[in-house]
């Protein structure tokens, strides 16, 4: 049962060569985030969406793009993957419904992207 | 540029001994989270503190929060080898839109 499922869980791509990782949710969430995690260090937020508007976080790079075409998926494309790209990439979803909800934010399993 | 810092940023602990992680942080926030992550893993919710002075338990774990020192901490209580993670804390901003992560403590419980 699932909640946000995370496709592929491990990727392994060329310098440069375009890669897209995606996201489904079945929570019905309004807010659907990317994160970047390298070994052993803390999540890092790349960007999200709030319903269909994007928020990009300002030191996002450029390479790292996203789209949402519905509630339920989202992906991310990294157009000239790098080898400083390697990194877990989380997603999370969360249904923010007020300034006093707690507005968790659900994460999926991951993908571990390997740029060589 | 807000900042989050935990410490320790690794524990070795016996079983059955206690610990405290710290967080500490350098904006106002409205609200503060406690994740863990298993290695290779995806981060598990534990806690969300909304307010000042809220205190919330779960088995072995208590998370507690002061605004005013911009301090929240992870205590535990009687370890087991099953705690055994990474266990971040993240200031939450824009309603918790926004989660800004500490480095994260690494667990380690010894029989």
């Known amino acids: 049962d699932a909640m946000v499922i995370q496709n592929p869980r491990y990727q392994v791509t060329q310098f440069g060569k375009p890669v897209t990782l995606s996201c489904s949710q079945t929570?019905?969430?309004?807010?659907m985030y990317w994160y970047q995690q390298k070994s052993s260090q803390a999540p890092k937020l790349l960007f999200h969406y709030y319903d269909k508007d994007f928020n990009n976080e300002a030191d996002t790079p450029d390479n790292f793009q996203s789209r949402r075409p519905n509630t339920s998926f989202c992906f991310l494309d990294i157009r000239s993957p790098g080898l400083g790209d390697t990194a877990m990439y989380l997603c999370?979803?969360?249904?923010?419904?007020?300034?006093?909800?707690?507005?968790?934010?659900?994460f999926g399993a991951g993908t571990r992207l390997s740029v060589l | 540029e807000l900042k989050v810092e935990q410490n320790p940023l690794f524990l070795s602990m016996q079983e059955g001994k206690n610990y405290t992680i710290y967080c500490n942080y350098s904006?106002?926030?409205?609200?503060l989270y406690w994740y863990r992550q298993d290695p290779g893993k995806s981060l598990e919710s534990l806690f969300v503190l909304l307010s000042n002075g809220a205190v919330k338990q779960e088995g072995r774990l208590m998370a507690s929060l002061d605004t005013k020192a911009r301090l929240s901490t992870l205590h535990i209580t009687a370890a087991v080898h099953d705690l055994s993670a990474t266990y971040f804390c993240a200031v939450g901003l824009e309603y918790g839109n926004k989660l800004v992560f500490g480095a994260g403590t690494i667990l380690r419980v010894k029989s």
């Open positions: 904006t106002t926030s409205d609200r």
């Open positions: 999370a979803t969360s249904r923010v419904a007020g300034d006093q909800a707690k507005n968790i934010q659900y």
């Open positions: 929570l019905n969430h309004n807010v």
